[in-house]
């Protein structure tokens, strides 16, 4: 193990922002990981909304891993 991050290379946070994006979720990738900044405000319907949202950009994610990561984020 050597404790290097494969991710990072990939571009997978990137990937994991930008579709995020898409579904209307500002997220901050900083390398190999993706930060969520809700205001101190939010409401826990907001947070379900946020959550339902980086599940959506997740699940896009899996599938552009799966399809082999072609180099043109969809």
Same mark, same amino acid.
Not at 20 to 44: E, Q, S, W
């Given at each position: 193990?050597?404790?290097?991050?494969m991710f990072c290379s990939w571009g997978v946070?990137?990937?994991?922002? @930008?579709?995020?994006?898409?579904?209307?979720?500002?997220? #901050? $990738? =900083?390398? &190999? +990981?993706?930060?969520?900044?809700?205001?101190?405000?939010?409401?826990?319907? @907001?947070?379900?909304?946020?959550?339902?949202?980086?599940? #959506? $950009? =997740?699940? &896009? +994610?899996?599938?552009?891993?799966?399809?082999?990561?072609?180099?043109?984020?969809?």
């Amino acid at each position: 193990m050597t404790r290097t991050s494969m991710f990072c290379s990939w571009g997978v946070a990137a990937y994991v922002g @930008e579709r995020a994006l898409k579904h209307g979720l500002i997220t #901050r $990738a =900083l390398g &190999d +990981t993706v930060n969520f900044c809700p205001p101190m405000i939010i409401t826990k319907a @907001e947070i379900g909304e946020m959550y339902a949202r980086a599940g #959506r $950009a =997740l699940d &896009d +994610t899996y599938a552009w891993l799966q399809a082999g990561r072609p180099a043109a984020a969809a």
